[in-house]
């Protein structure tokens, strides 16, 4: 493909030769190239934990303290703000199928949603 689309660079007085190995040799580097982008982006793991029950994978109750006192600041919240979080976090709804169960519309959950997060932070902060 690459010799077709340059094609019209060949002069034919001078040998085809060159010209053909100067193409593959750039289409070669330019390979090399985008090799070592990618390459430079990746991270090489020796050993990954694949189940939840190693204890490196299991760091939610270390990371963010007692499941209880969550589901205590959760309560707390007022009606509409503690719905979209039990819906859309807590459930894993989708925000169509969160705004059919709750009648409100997509953008007031996502408002909800926004400002229980906020306030959960609070919460925690001062704790």
């Given at each position: 493909?690459?010799v077709?689309?340059?094609r019209?660079?060949?002069d034919s007085?001078?040998?085809?030769?060159?010209?053909?190995?100067?193409?593959?040799?750039?289409?070669?580097v330019?390979?090399?190239?985008?090799y070592?982008?990618?390459?430079?982006?990746?991270?090489?793991?020796?050993?990954?934990?694949?189940?939840?029950?190693?204890?490196?994978?299991?760091?939610?109750?270390?990371d963010?303290?007692?499941?209880?006192?969550?589901?205590?600041a959760?309560?707390?919240?007022?009606p509409?703000?503690?719905?979209?979080?039990?819906?859309?976090?807590?459930?894993?709804?989708?925000?169509?199928?969160?705004?059919e169960?709750?009648?409100?519309?997509?953008?007031?959950?996502?408002?909800?949603?926004?400002?229980?997060?906020?306030?959960l932070r609070?919460?925690?902060?001062?704790?």
């Amino acid at each position: 493909m690459s010799v077709h689309a340059v094609r019209a660079t060949y002069d034919s007085e001078r040998p085809f030769m060159p010209w053909l190995f100067a193409i593959s040799r750039n289409r070669l580097v330019d390979g090399v190239r985008r090799y070592a982008r990618q390459g430079a982006h990746e991270i090489a793991i020796d050993e990954t934990e694949v189940t939840f029950r190693a204890v490196a994978t299991n760091t939610i109750q270390e990371d963010f303290g007692e499941v209880r006192e969550l589901h205590r600041a959760i309560e707390d919240l007022p009606p509409t703000q503690r719905d979209a979080i039990e819906m859309l976090k807590l459930k894993e709804m989708s925000l169509k199928e969160a705004s059919e169960a709750s009648g409100m519309t997509a953008g007031a959950l996502k408002v909800a949603t926004h400002r229980a997060m906020n306030s959960l932070r609070k919460m925690f902060k001062t704790r």
